[in-house]
Structure formats: C-alpha cells, structure tokens
C-alpha cells in the first residue's frame, strides 16, 4: 500500500478509520462486510488507484475504528458513512458495498441520494425475514468467539483449506481483519434488517447490483430489484461466492470500472 494514506475521521460520536489511495480524482468509497475492514479491498484499490481516489474505511466495530458499546444497527453504519462523505467534503463519489457494507450503501443511496454519483452492491444482505432470523439463531457468533481466541497462524490455515484458490495476500487480509472484529459487530445481525425492497423501490441513483452464482442474493431476486427499479443493472459473475471481489478479483474490477466510466465521474 505503498503512498496510501491512513487517518481518522471523528463523526457520530467516534472514530471512523480509512485508508486512501490519493486525491485529486473521481471518488470511489469502499464498505466492507461483516468480519472484515478496509484493508480486505486492497486487490480492488490497487487494481484502480491510477483512474480513481479510492475510500476505505473501517466499520464501527471492525479494524481501527471505534468500538462503542452500542449502535451497530444499519442505520448506523450509514449514518457513519454519511459523515466520512461529509467530512471529508467528497464531491458525489460511487459508493461500493459489499454483504453488510451493501446493505449499508443501499440505506445512504436510499436517504441521501444527492451525496451520491452512483452505487454498487455487492451480493448484500437481502435476506428474508425468515432468513434474517435463521441467522441470528445460527453459531456464527459463537464460531467468532472462538476465533478471537486463536492465532493469526491458525486462522490463515483455515481460510487457506477453505478457499485455496484465494491469492495469500487476500487470505493474510481476510484473516487479520476477523481478528480485529468485535463481538458487539454482531449486533448488525439482530432483526429486522431494513426492507430491501422498499430501499431499492426508491433508489435514484444509477446503480449496480453484482453477484456471484453461490452467493446470498440470486437471479430470481435479482430480477425482482430490476422489476422494482428499472434504474438498476445486473451482473453476475460466474465460479464466484459471496466474496465475489476475493474468488474473481480480475472479473470484478472489470465490471466495476466499466460501471463508473458508464455514469460518468466528477473530479474533486
């Protein structure tokens, strides 16, 4: 990451802590998922800092940033989003989420569409309510508890066994960024999640829905957003799961930058 700059942005009450490539160019702000922090879009950044300013920060709760007691709703997390744009006076960026991050991109393009220039949802967490509460109920927190209490080694030979076909590099990220998560992260998790439908329904920005064919969101619902909002496009990427940008980094680059140059970019 050599010539990027780290710092810190005070908003809402905490710390938001980014990562950015350089100025001077069309914005681009990356918000990851659950379990993981600003560093996990290293392939991305690295692959369109040349064209692009490129934003990453940390969740609450996740990386460097803040750990408050509460406040992991996504209204929160995108009200944070809302005051890193602000903050940092950033001029209609394309805002990119992933899972979580998704999610979260999709509640700020729902209440503050003039903020934005375009948006990009990665496989987010548009689960039905059953599903909502099928997660909740599940061990993924528990799995995280014991997680927290074993070591970078064990961790990265467990991704590595997983997802051997991941670079070492992405597999290291992955890893280190668990490790920084909190339990109180997990709250994000806790029914109800805003109604997707409804959020997409009134979106006005020109967006992009990517997905993979072994993720959380499928063709059908796909389809469906499009029915809703026929603003949005579709693209998903084959042999991809839910970390579509970790399985096929070329694929999604690709797709993305072609999105951004199709809308246009504005220049700080």
């Known amino acids: 990451m050599t010539g990027w700059n780290t710092a810190v942005c005070e908003t809402n009450g905490i710390n938001i802590h980014y990562t950015r490539t350089g100025e001077g160019k069309p914005t681009l702000v990356l918000l990851h998922g659950l379990i993981a922090n600003g560093a996990c879009w290293a392939a991305l950044a690295h692959a369109l800092e040349k064209e692009y300013d490129i934003i990453m920060p940390d969740a609450r709760g996740h990386g460097e940033s803040s750990v408050p007691d509460y406040g992991y709703r996504y209204e929160d997390h995108a009200k944070d989003v809302i005051g890193l744009i602000n903050y940092l006076r950033l001029p209609s960026p394309v805002l990119l989420g992933h899972s979580m991050g998704g999610m979260t991109a999709a509640v700020v393009a729902s209440h503050s569409p003039k903020l934005l220039r375009g948006l990009i949802l990665a ?61 109180a992260a997990f709250d994000v998790l806790t029914p109800p999640n805003p109604d997707y439908k409804q959020l997409v329904s009134v979106i006005d ?19 469906e957003l499009q029915r809703l909002n026929p603003r949005f496009q579709v693209n998903q990427i084959p042999e991809a799961g839910h970390g579509l940008h970790y399985d096929q980094p070329e694929r999604f680059a690709a797709v993305v930058e072609s999105f951004i140059r199709s809308i246009g970019t504005v220049i700080e």
């Open 205 to 223: 920005v020109p967006s992009l829905l990517v997905f993979g064919d072994k993720g959380v969101v499928s063709s059908v619902v796909a389809k």
């Open 123 to 183: 496989d987010p967490t548009f689960l039905s309510p059953k599903v909502q509460c099928e997660v909740c109920d599940s061990d993924v927190a528990d799995q995280h508890r014991r997680i927290l209490n074993t070591s970078l080694d064990e961790v990265v030979a467990d991704l590595r066994s997983r997802h051997p076909n991941r670079s070492s590099d992405i597999i290291e990220r992955i890893a280190r960024a668990r490790l920084q998560t909190s339990m």
